[in-house]
């Protein structure tokens, strides 16, 4: 008896041994794109499984609402999963403890990808992108159409304020329930940071937010020749719009989801949002008739460049991270560039693939041959890291000034729109050169800042 114990024991001891030290042969994906779980994830899981299928290998798709705080707080607890969407909250000198490396900048640049730098620290890449975004103006192309405006011509602030005109003019007299020509989603206060997309745009440069920007004394008025600095026209036309009286009703009601039915509806022709939009739009088109979809289009923020292009910038969307505590790295690496490369997840989520040679979405190929050029915002070399967000951080008038001049931030800009609002229903006067005259002050405050730390602006990009 003590022999047979003595096998068993022996046998009980290797198989636990094998059971820890063999790999999972599936990993978990965490996601927030919660209305993608049973169409294109679903796919992506079931096509992953087939590809792998000699070595077993599997993904499960976690998908969470609130995904940024719950991933931020489990990323303090090591329990993110094996691949994820890189939280926005993680500063790039923090992403070497959560996650690994797929090489260099440099070296993935040579491979042909665009938008690694969103997620590097010290020219590592710690996130791919899972696809890029540019920036422009959504546009329902029939009631462009019909009120006799040709998108293309759009190419200046003063046509496109004529051509939202006209558009409302047609839409009051010929659309029935008409909205407006053009919905700034003032209410949702997101939809207002849509428009710092623009600046390189309107700067007509791709080096200007990180190389000029933070040490732009006439970034949003030029008091040289007092006029809108290089993207203070940006804004300029924001208040524009919004006093022509060719906007929303009302700044305060949240229509989000129900702009996206007025808009294939035709009762609104315009609004600023990026192309990760186009998708959206072009479903809830779809699910109120087939083909409804094709009225939807897309054009380029209307600012020329001193060259005569049109620039629009690309920029990473999410990016997707491979967990440094993940016990089986083979097949996270494997999941995260098949993702992207193999599967094409950008393509099929109406987004930019940031790999070349990957086929884009058809509407976004036409926004790309429609002669605007895309490009990425040069990213700061190492020497001026941080001057921008430095910049942004002290663009206040005192220390408890919360409307701070941050690009991205809604509360100045809510504020910028709310008080042109104010002017279009007659309860204000203040002009576009005062609003934008008081936002340059506290713009001056940060690059002050900005030169006391890293001295004057640098010559040319990077």
């Known amino acids: 008896m003590k022999k047979i114990y003595s096998i068993s024991m022996i046998l009980f001891v290797i198989l636990t041994l094998v059971g820890c030290s063999s790999k999972p042969s599936s990993i978990v994906f965490l996601t927030n794109r919660t209305d993608l779980k049973n169409t294109v994830l679903k796919e992506a899981t079931e096509q992953f499984k087939l590809a792998y299928q000699d070595k077993g290998w599997e993904v499960r798709i976690e998908t969470i609402t609130d995904y940024e705080s719950v991933v931020t707080t489990r990323l303090s607890g090591n329990n993110y999963g094996d691949v994820l969407l890189i939280p926005q909250t993680i500063e790039a000198k923090y992403l070497d403890s959560y996650f690994e490396s797929f090489g260099t900048v440099d070296e993935l640049k040579e491979q042909g990808w665009n938008g690694v730098s969103s997620k590097a620290f010290q020219n590592e890449v710690y996130g791919l992108p899972i696809g890029l975004t540019s920036a422009g103006i959504m546009i329902n192309l029939d009631v462009f159409e019909n009120a006799g405006i040709n998108p293309a011509n759009l190419t200046t602030p003063e046509t496109f304020l004529q051509a939202m005109e006209t558009i409302q003019t047609y839409g009051k007299t010929n659309i029935n329930n008409w909205k407006a020509a053009f919905h700034t989603q003032t209410a949702t206060g997101w939809g207002l940071t849509q428009w710092a997309a623009g600046v390189t745009t309107a700067a007509g440069d791709s080096n200007y937010t990180n190389y000029e920007l933070p040490w732009d004394n006439n970034a949003f008025w030029n008091h040289s020749n007092d006029e809108a600095g290089r993207i203070g026209q940006l804004y300029e036309l924001l208040y524009d719009l919004i006093v022509a009286d060719v906007v929303e009703s009302s700044p305060t009601i949240d229509n989000w989801e129900e702009s996206k039915i007025w808009f294939a509806q035709g009762k609104v022709a ?109 990213p700061a070399t190492i020497d001026i890291e941080g001057a921008l967000s430095l910049a942004e951080k002290n663009a206040s008038s005192s220390q408890t000034d919360e409307k701070r001049i941050a690009l991205w931030d809604q509360i100045w800009i809510s504020d910028f729109a709310a008080s042109a609002f104010n002017v279009r229903d007659n309860n204000s006067s203040v002009t576009s050169k005062e609003l934008l005259s008081t936002i340059q002050d506290k713009w001056d405050n940060g690059v002050a800042e900005v030169i006391s730390t890293y001295g004057e602006k640098p010559t040319g990009g990077a």
């Open 270 to 378: 315009a609004m600023a949002v990026g192309t990760w939009a186009i998708s959206q739009f072009d479903q809830v088109a779809e699910s109120i008739e087939t083909g409804l979809s094709d009225h939807i289009g897309y054009m380029p923020y209307p600012f020329t460049a001193n060259d005569g292009e049109i620039y629009a910038s690309v920029a990473a969307d999410y990016t997707i991270g491979v967990a440094k505590n993940s016990r089986n790295q083979e097949i996270a690496d494997a999941f995260a560039s098949w993702l992207i490369e193999d599967f094409n997840y950008a393509s099929k989520t109406g987004n930019i693939p940031p790999k070349e040679g990957s086929p884009y979405p058809d509407k976004i190929a036409a926004f790309s041959e429609s002669g605007v050029i895309l490009v990425e915002e040069t």
